[in-house]
């Protein structure tokens, strides 16, 4: 797509200002924990994807910026066996994949996908097309978002094509 690029940041050296900003994020996300009760595996069960996404985003908001950290781990193993830490009765991939898709208005800056264990995956390998899958929702999340942003602003000022 046109205008997405990735920024190669280099060898950047580590400072005292850059290791002390570090520390004080650390420190005010420490003081957050807690303040927000978690969604528990079972809670689709109660609410439903739609549920569960109007949790995020009433507990998040569309404004700050988030990092997405997705487990793997939260899908049944029948649907991805290849995790360290398998739990029965997990999510499917339909219900993720509809989550990740309702959750497109989420400012979502930076994401990771763990627990995926390629020596506990199938033959088929499930839980590497199950991961590959969530990378694109996310990707195709951010993509849109970047496409959206650039309709409302190209009415406002033209594209200048020179240094």
């Known amino acids: 797509m046109?205008?997405?690029?990735?920024?190669?940041?280099?060898?950047?050296?580590?400072?005292?200002?850059?290791?002390?900003?570090?520390?004080?994020?650390?420190?005010?996300?420490?003081?957050?924990?807690?303040?927000?009760?978690?969604?528990?595996?079972?809670d689709i069960d109660e609410i439903g994807t739609q549920g569960i996404i109007e949790a995020i985003i009433k507990r998040i908001g569309t404004t700050l910026p988030v990092y997405l950290s997705f487990d793997i781990d939260v899908l049944d193993p029948s649907v991805c066996p290849g995790t360290g830490t398998p739990e029965s009765g997990g999510w499917t991939s339909r219900e993720v994949i509809k989550i990740l898709r309702g959750l497109e208005s989420l400012n979502v800056v930076g994401a990771d996908i763990l627990e995926v264990a390629p020596a506990y995956d199938s033959a088929g390998e499930q839980t590497a097309l199950v991961a590959a899958q969530v990378a694109f929702e996310i990707l195709a999340s951010w993509a849109g978002r970047y496409m959206a942003n650039q309709e409302q602003t190209s009415g406002s000022e033209p594209e200048k094509n020179e240094l």
Not at 8 to 35: H, K, R, W
């Open 2 to 42: 046109s205008g997405l690029k990735f920024l190669d940041c280099g060898d950047i050296p580590v400072t005292a200002y850059d290791n002390a900003l570090a520390l004080s994020q650390m420190t005010m996300a420490f003081l957050e924990l807690g303040s927000r009760p978690p969604l528990k595996k079972n």
